[in-house]
T-cell receptor
Framework: DGGITQSPKYLFRKEGQNVTLSCEQN?????MYWYRQDPGQGLRLIYY???????QKGDIAEGYSVSREKKESFPLTVTSAQKNPTAFYLC???????????FGSGTRLTVV | QQQVKQSPQSLIVQKGGISIINCAYE??????FPWYQQFPGKGPALLIA?????SEKKEGRFTISFNKSAKQFSLHIMDSQPGDSATYFC??????????FGTGTRLQVFP
């Protein structure tokens, strides 16, 4: 079955540590996206990539970094520069020119 | 200009009732308006979507009403069921570029 896999489902880190969230898709989708979800604030775009080796900043990119070395993979690193990293992180993908997104099940990151 | 404003933030409906969630936008270049449904601990899933050349789209108990002149669109859930209890997000996009999401509505349907 095709889909998007985010791992791990829950992640705990100490303040000041970088952490990388995994996102893998086997849908052969060209575009991939990272969103952050906080209560009452909806989904806010962190980074997106429409082709391999290229990505663009979203609305809240500060304190985050990404890479897109393979079509299937779009990992997100939450750096120590992110002031409030505790949140639910969602990865999504879509075909080029297609409006519909497929989302993963998310990673809940807690920084203590 | 890129925002999508959604209301209400939360909604409580009795089983069998009609749930209505509203969204408004400013950018007239938006050409795709989907609604996503999210259950706790899960990612959002596409529920129904509409293009601005159509005023209404119905899929089962779910209907999108679109008012181009008012720059508003809404989701109507007829005969609401407890299984519909979830968070609903409206969104908008221009030419299949990134989706801009509303802030979400938490719907609770009581038996």
């Amino acid at each position: 079955d095709g889909g998007i896999t985010q791992s791990p489902k829950y992640l705990f880190r100490k303040e000041g540590q970088n952490v990388t969230l995994s996102c893998e898709q086997n849908l052969n989708h060209d575009a991939m996206y990272w969103y952050r979800q906080d209560p009452g604030q909806g989904l806010r775009l962190i980074y997106y990539s429409q082709i391999v080796n290229d990505f663009q900043k979203g609305d809240i990119a500060e304190g985050y970094s990404v890479s897109r070395e393979k079509k299937e993979s779009f990992p997100l690193t939450v750096t120590s520069a992110q002031k409030n990293p505790t949140a639910f992180y969602l990865c999504a993908s879509s075909k080029q020119g297609d409006y519909g997104y497929t989302f993963g099940s998310g990673t809940r990151l807690t920084v203590v | 200009q890129q925002q999508v404003k959604q209301s209400p933030q939360s909604l409580i409906v009795q089983k069998g009732g009609i749930s209505i969630i509203n969204c408004a936008y400013e950018n007239t270049a938006f050409d795709y308006f989907p609604w996503y449904q999210q259950f706790p601990g899960k990612g959002p899933a596409l529920l129904i979507a509409i293009r601005p050349d159509v005023s209404e789209k119905k899929e089962g108990r779910f209907t999108i009403s679109f008012n181009k002149s008012a720059k508003q669109f809404s989701l109507h859930i007829m005969d609401s069921q407890p299984g519909d209890s979830a968070t609903y997000f409206c969104a908008a996009s221009i030419r299949a570029d990134k989706l801009i999401f509303g802030t979400g509505t938490r719907l609770q349907v009581f038996p």
